[in-house]
């Protein structure tokens, strides 16, 4: 079945970039996601990539995506206390028709000044 | 605002009461998720509506577990008889037939004493 695995913690400090990684199993066509959680609240969708694509830029977030091993990672440039956080790889097979989120179990990041 | 939104924010109530909790998706979103998230975990499916049409439920959803959406607008999850093993972040989320991205709500965090 699917399954997708992160490291639990990661401490970095400001101004320096942070890399979360995540792996997964489903080898389906699928999407990969990335969210973010602030304590006490939802999940922020951050940005997202199709299994066919090797790479996503956005502003200071860079998606990884290395299909053959299925692993994904965040990299977010310039790191800001404002991006400390638990951030959540999830992944969905389309194909049916319900396209629900698989989450790891997310990653904290701990951003020190 | 027009993102989800999600009532009630919190809620205690003792073991054997049931509980609703409700979500508004995003107007012109006729896809509609519902996820549950305990502390330290990722979110974990639980149901999930295409307008009206409740077409997917995990196994995680117990029978003292109901969820509808009538008329395909807002939704309601009603937890019958609680146990201390339902508190928990409960998420919703929802999206459009041919978008890729689910947006959340902010959740209804529940304690039963």
């Known amino acids: 079945g699917e399954d997708v695995e992160q490291s639990l913690f990661l401490s970095v400090r400001e101004g320096d970039s942070s890399v979360i990684n995540c792996t997964y199993t489903?080898?389906?066509?699928?999407?990969l996601y990335w969210y973010k959680q602030e304590p006490g609240a939802g999940l922020q969708l951050l940005t997202y990539?199709?299994?066919?694509?090797d790479m996503k830029q956005d502003q200071r977030l860079t998606v990884l995506l290395n299909k053959k091993d299925k692993h994904l990672s965040l990299r977010i440039a310039d790191t800001q206390t404002g991006d400390s956080a638990i951030y959540f790889c999830a992944e969905t097979v389309y194909g049916g028709s319900q396209g629900n989120l698989i989450f790891g179990k997310g990653t904290k990041l701990s951003v020190k000044p | 605002d027009t993102g989800v939104s999600q009532n009630p924010r919190h809620k205690i109530t003792k073991r054997g009461q049931n509980v609703t909790f409700r979500c508004d998706p995003i107007s012109e979103h006729n896809r509609l998720y519902w996820y549950r998230q305990t502390l330290g975990q990722g979110p974990e499916f639980l149901t999930y509506?295409?307008?009206?049409?409740?077409?997917?439920k995990s196994r995680l959803l117990s029978d003292r577990f109901s969820a509808e959406r009538p008329k395909g607008s807002f939704s309601t999850l009603e937890i019958q008889r609680t146990e201390q093993g339902d508190s928990a972040m409960y998420l919703c989320?929802?999206?459009?037939?041919?978008?890729?991205?689910?947006?959340f709500g902010p959740g209804t965090r529940l304690t039963v004493t």
């Open positions: 989320a929802s999206s459009s037939v041919r978008a890729r991205e689910q947006y």
């Open positions: 489903d080898s389906s066509s699928t999407y």
């Open positions: 990539i199709f299994s066919n694509m």
């Open positions: 509506f295409q307008n009206e049409a409740q077409l997917e």
